[in-house]
């Protein structure tokens, strides 16, 4: 056995479902939308760089360059980089696609003004923030809290991967047990009918999008704390990666998203352990193309959860 | 559905197609027979469309084409007998305000200053300026497009320059083709002397140098067994982690991981590997725009390796970014810093910098001063009409030229004489701290890898 599946293995797992859960709360930004107007927002990078972003500058105002903040910022932080990507994700809508929709344009006008805003976003936060990386405020002390498999586990892994977990187990009770998301899930089954039926389809995707971007947001917090950085173009790869992660699972399907992610993540770790770390991306696409060959559905198949 | 299936799989490869556009920078570092003028065949495509052959002789390129549409009007440049003094311009290439800025501005500055300097003397017979092209973080294929607006712009008769491999790689032919002489102060990728550019220069050691020396000093002056090196993929991290490996093997370390990866955000893989590992020093062949992430997240986990780098990780990124994390890691480069020099001509120099722009003088700064002396030397040479040709004459058949950092004189391919020096700085206190030449600090053994 090669060391990659034998001792190293513990390192990878972690690693794994560390990125995995960043890539799932993306993810379910694509799949919500996907689920109620059969859309890809490709945007949706820029909502999670936009998450980043927001908390970077919140720290920044209290954390000295440099420093390290109280923890407790980084909680405070979740208010304004949720709402910020949640509002993004919302303008979005009714700038890029809500024009659209009202003239029932063709799906390939969508992905056009997808990509329009997604670039939009993109540089006019280069022309903002400049070119060059920025540092994102730490707030939390490394430390090791237990041990896995004989190697340390690190405390940001596993905030990571706990309130990913959470946020993915709260979205499901949401859209299970409140009003709204029946009505979600109503309009992602059949938006016509849930309309004769009294839903306000306009409010229920600016709900989708809301939510989308918020968990979006949320994800860019842990990606900043987890890796210290933000750029302008941070979002492409992780939002390309949890693009992939959706159609993985199942695009449509929030537990698609979340088993999607992680299985993403795993892979990738497990593979950049036993091939080296060049061949991260090139497993992470493999895999993709494999499960559209197999199962085009993906694990759970297409349906809101 | 179907039609769904099918459009999620034109947008799945479409994100595919993107994906790889970006990964594309990276160009594969092969040596091309020598030869005037020719492109390395794996460099971007400066020259479309034309084989190295092709562009040499044939000039079928648009860019051989406009070098020698210039050619004449420069050899023979119309002398407007006005009295002022003509205006005659040296060209600087590199990265001013991009993520890799920190290695290239200091440099721009110190040529800016001795250009000053030398107009304010007044024993100039031309009036000179710099002309700096800012080529935005150091990207070969952006490169081209500059170094064409130098070429086309009859004033410059030199450039200081190049800053990076990448971009001296993408540029050498065109320089060449336009007899225009580029002398770098920071390329240090051993492979770009090999093209045979009659018009290219280097004014300090290679990787091949660095790699050398930095493998025998870990192993030997600093004593440490299991080493991990990591490179940036680029024409330069790939080409110092090769050296380093071979001189860690040679010197008889133990090179425990030897992997490549492009700039990230996120290193998750690659620090678990050198967890993984047990290395005892964890070294970055790479740019300063990424090694204090690197070193950062690997800290995170807690880990206790030596973080060293080369010249290329000695930038004011690396201090600003890296912070706290930064207390002991050792940097090795080729160049001298000024202001850690006990000659006086330095100590002037770093003195005068820090008057002129409030800060202390960064890296390459005591080089690309010596380059930019080098190419006032020439124009005075030449009187009142320097040339391209005139100035090329000079700079190849410079002998004994005193320079800070060193004393020039070229080998048959243009390196410097005698010019492999390696030194070494640990970071004391947030701050770049002198400890010697890597050679001096080996306890006695000499380094065996250098040439």
């Given at each position: 056995m090669p060391a990659c599946l034998t001792s190293e293995l513990p390192f990878r797992i972690i690693g794994g479902l560390s990125s995995g859960g960043v890539y799932a709360l993306i993810a379910i930004g694509y799949t919500l939308v996907y689920g109620v107007l059969q859309l890809i927002n490709f945007a949706h990078s820029e909502v999670f760089m936009s998450g980043i972003l927001a908390g970077t500058l919140f720290l920044g105002a209290f954390v000295p360059a440099g420093g390290t903040g109280s923890p407790l910022l980084l909680v405070a932080a979740v208010i304004p980089a949720m709402l910020t990507s949640g509002l993004l994700a919302v303008t979005i809508e009714r700038i890029a696609y809500r024009p659209l929709r009202k003239r029932g344009a063709p799906r390939l006008a969508y992905l056009i003004s997808a990509i329009g805003m997604s670039l939009f976003l993109q540089y006019t936060v280069q022309v903002w923030r400049g070119v060059n990386p920025e540092e994102f405020p730490n707030t939390i002390q490394p430390a090791a809290w237990f041990r896995f498999g004989g190697v340390d586990v690190f405390n940001k892994d596993v905030i990571v991967i706990l309130s990913a977990l959470a946020m993915v187990v709260a979205l499901e009770a949401f859209v299970r047990r409140t009003k709204t998301g029946r009505a979600l899930r109503a309009t992602a089954q059949d938006a016509e009918a849930a309309a004769l039926m009294g839903v306000n389809i306009d409010r229920i995707i600016m709900v989708t999008f809301f939510i989308g971007g918020a968990l979006a947001g949320f994800a860019g917090l842990l990606f900043g704390m987890n890796f210290g950085r933000t750029q302008w173009n941070i979002g492409f790869l992780p939002g390309i990666k949890a693009f992939t992660a959706a159609v993985i699972g199942g695009i449509g399907s929030i537990r698609g998203a979340l088993v999607g992610g992680l299985v993403l993540g795993l892979m990738e770790n497990v593979s950049a352990g036993c091939f080296g770390t060049q061949w991260r991306d090139v497993v992470a696409f493999v895999l993709l193309v494999g499960v559209l060959m197999l199962r085009p559905t993906g694990i759970f198949g297409e349906k809101m959860a | 559905m179907k039609r769904r299936r099918l459009f999620v799989a034109a947008v799945v490869a479409m994100g595919l197609v993107a994906l790889a556009c970006q990964n594309q920078k990276a160009g594969p570092t092969t040596s091309s027979a020598a030869g005037d003028c020719r492109t390395p065949p794996t460099a971007p495509p400066a020259t479309p469309g034309a084989s190295p052959t092709a562009a040499a002789k044939a000039s079928a390129s648009p860019a051989a084409t406009a070098a020698a549409t210039l050619a004449p009007a420069v050899t023979s440049p119309a002398a407007s007998t006005t009295s002022t003094k003509k205006v005659v311009k040296l060209g600087f290439l590199g990265d001013l305000s991009g993520g890799n800025a920190g290695l290239v501005v200091s440099a721009e500055k110190s040529a800016a200053l001795a250009i000053d300097q030398a107009n304010a003397k007044g024993d100039l017979p031309v009036s000179l300026q710099i002309d700096a092209k800012d080529n935005k973080d150091g990207t070969a294929d952006t490169a081209p497009a500059l170094a064409q607006q130098l070429i086309s712009?009859?004033?410059?008769?030199?450039?200081?320059?190049?800053?990076?491999s990448g971009e001296t790689k993408a540029t050498g032919a065109l320089f060449c083709q336009a007899g225009l002489t580029d002398v770098t102060q920071s390329a240090t990728n051993p492979a770009l002397t090999t093209y045979g550019w009659p018009t290219f220069f280097r004014a300090l050691a290679t990787d091949a140098v660095q790699g050398g020396q930095d493998g025998a000093y870990i192993v030997k002056g600093l004593g440490k067994k299991r080493i991990a090196v990591i490179n940036d993929k680029s024409d330069y991290g790939s080409g110092l982690a090769a050296a380093i490996v071979k001189s860690v093997k040679d010197s008889?370390?133990?090179?425990v991981l030897n992997q490549g990866i492009e700039p990230t955000t996120d290193y998750t893989t690659i620090v678990d590997s050198v967890l993984a590992a047990k290395a005892d020093v964890l070294y970055y062949a790479g740019y300063d725009k990424d090694a204090p992430l690197l070193e950062k997240q690997y800290r995170q986990k807690l880990g206790t390796a030596l973080f060293m780098g080369g010249d290329g990780d000695k930038g004011t990124n690396f201090l600003k970014e890296g912070?706290?994390?930064?207390?002991?890691a050792i940097l090795t480069c080729p160049c001298l810093d000024p202001n850690a020099s006990s000659d006086p001509a330095a100590q002037k120099f770093a003195a005068d910098y820090k008057a002129k722009y409030g800060e202390i003088a960064g890296i390459y700064s005591a080089e690309a001063w010596d380059v930019a002396n080098m190419f006032i030397a020439a124009i005075k040479s030449a009187g009142a009409n320097p040339t391209r040709k005139s100035v090329l004459d000079y700079i190849t058949n410079l002998k004994d030229f005193k320079g800070l950092s060193k004393t020039f004189n070229w080998t048959s391919t243009h390196e410097v004489v005698a010019g492999d020096i390696t030194y070494v700085y640990k970071v004391v206190n947030g701050k770049y701290t002198l400890l010697g030449k890597a050679a001096d600090l080996m306890g006695g053994s000499t380094p065996s890898a250098t040439p």
């Open positions: - | 712009d009859p004033a410059v008769v030199g450039v200081i320059g190049p800053a990076f008889g370390g133990n090179v912070g706290a994390a930064d207390e002991g």
